[in-house]
């Protein structure tokens, strides 16, 4: 099973306004980040939240980490067409080393 | 900026052929990593490596195989392709995480079909 899960699944919104996706994960986590994938091509990392900290700001980006519920939300806010694209989470676990584990993505849409 | 170069965009195989994909980065990475990619699955580690010559399973290694003979290559090997194995291939690269992590920075990927 995956450690991330994202909700929703995918997101269609006008340009001009937020967007919203949340990411569930099972095991505490050291870190927590978004990645954004445009289509056919590489994930891209936009954000790190550590675990001691509740919400990370960066240019339009806002994520919030509850680590008592085990979740995390991305906020893009006054959203633009060059942000559509598929956006993860991913958890890292300092006992696993190298290894992030992702979940299943949102894809988002940016109407003009 | 770090490039993670993947030698193809698209690949197209048939069932039993044995299968390589490249991938070189320019930043002197310790660690190379290969996911495949499906969809509603996120990215699942195949495998890792965290050295020249090192190399170590991660969640989904069945059926394929990896070498690492230069800091700078990692390639990831269908032994014998088949088609449950036509995916997205995505190739990352980082440096170390020794106490702190270090972001993954990715190719843009290989989609593989296999026939």
């Known amino acids: 099973s995956q450690q991330g899960e994202e909700d929703p699944q995918a997101l269609s919104i006008q340009e001009g306004e937020n967007a919203t996706m949340n990411c569930s994960y099972k095991?505490?986590?050291?870190?927590l980040q978004w990645y954004r994938q445009n289509s056919g091509r590489g994930l891209v990392h936009l954000i790190l939240?550590?675990?001691?900290?509740r919400e990370k700001h960066s240019g339009r980006l806002r994520v919030t980490l509850d680590t008592s519920k085990k979740s995390s939300s991305l906020l893009i806010t006054a959203s633009r067409a060059a942000d559509t694209a598929s956006y993860f989470c991913?958890?890292?676990?300092?006992?696993?080393?190298?290894?992030?584990?992702f979940g299943g993505g949102t894809r988002v849409l940016v109407k003009p | 900026d770090v490039k993670v170069t993947q030698s193809s965009r698209y690949l197209v195989k048939r069932t039993g052929e044995k299968v390589f994909l490249e991938c070189v980065q320019d930043?002197?990475?310790?660690?190379m990593f290969w996911y495949r990619q499906d969809p509603g699955l996120g990215l699942r580690l195949i495998y890792f490596?965290?050295?020249?010559?090192?190399?170590e399973k991660g969640d989904i290694p069945e059926g394929y195989s990896v070498s690492r003979e230069k800091k700078e290559r990692f390639s990831l090997i269908l032994e014998s392709a088949s088609t449950n194995q036509t995916s997205m291939y995505l190739c990352?690269?980082?440096?170390?995480?020794?106490?702190?992590?270090?972001?993954?920075?990715f190719g843009d990927g290989t989609r593989l079909s296999i026939l």
């Open positions: 990352a690269s980082s440096l170390p995480n020794r106490g702190m992590y270090q972001p993954q920075h």
């Open positions: 490596s965290y050295d020249v010559k090192m190399k």
């Open positions: 991913a958890t890292w676990i300092k006992a696993a080393g190298n290894k992030l584990t």
């Open positions: 930043m002197d990475h310790e660690n």
């Open positions: 939240i550590r675990s001691n900290e």
């Open positions: 095991t505490s986590i050291n870190n």
